[in-house]
């Protein structure tokens, strides 16, 4: 009797060793995240989308990731989110000062300082506006409960709200309506063209 029962132990043993030697299977780096994101389309060897890493534009739109990590989901999301829109609103602000300094460039550093002023007035007074179009394409939560969003702005946007102001501005009562203010604004639809790569109108 006790042959068998100390043979039916040492088989529990063999059995007990054997399944502790089989692979267990890895967790997900991130199920909540892979989840909302409906799966593992995009992630990197370390687990993050390559949107974190590098956002990168495109022909259609500027992107950028803002990532904040609260006390609760709701609010990481909503701060990641704002951070995102404060860098896209420092994109714009880079943008209106590339415009001018082509066109002060172009048409030398004393012309139509007035115009150039208004011009730089309107567009951050109309900045806001334009970033009502920005929208979050996609987001990512880390293991530690990080939360990325990736936001996205068009281009058209932007460079159709600038020649707007260029209009605006030199069609405004603050300069006559004559052949220097008409080469003028000209001259600022050719800088916003330069700056995004598309021909001036």
């Known amino acids: 009797m006790k042959l068998i029962v100390i043979g039916a132990l040492l088989a529990l043993m063999v059995l007990a060793g054997c399944a ?8 997900p780096v991130n199920p909540t995240a892979e989840e909302q994101l409906g799966g593992e389309v995009g992630l990197n060897d370390v687990g993050m989308p390559d949107w974190v890493f590098s956002p990168g534009p495109d022909d259609e739109n ?6 904040a990590m609260m006390a609760n989901r ?6 990641a989110q704002a951070e995102a829109r404060n860098i896209m609103a420092e994109w714009v602000s880079t943008v209106v000062d590339e415009v001018i300094t082509t066109y002060t460039n172009d048409a030398g550093e004393g012309a139509n300082r007035q ?14 506006a ?3 179009g920005v929208q979050q394409e996609d987001m990512w939560v880390d293991a530690d409960g990080g939360v990325y969003v ?6 058209e946007n932007i460079e159709n709200d600038l020649l707007s ?3 605006e501005t030199f069609t405004s009562d603050i300069f006559d309506r004559n052949d ?11 800088a916003i063209a330069k700056y995004f790569g598309t021909p001036a109108v």
């Open 115 to 128: 115009a150039v002023d208004a011009f730089e007035t309107v567009s951050r007074q109309r900045a806001q």
């Open 180 to 190: 220097a203010a008409e080469a003028a604004n000209q001259m600022m639809n050719d």
């Open 150 to 155: 990736l936001m996205s702005l068009p281009i």
């Open 62 to 67: 500027h992107y950028v990731v803002g990532y």
């Open 74 to 79: 709701m609010n990481s999301m909503r701060r």
């Open 20 to 27: 502790s030697t089989e692979p267990q299977a890895e967790a």
């Open 130 to 132: 334009v970033l009502s």
């Open 165 to 167: 102001v260029v209009d």
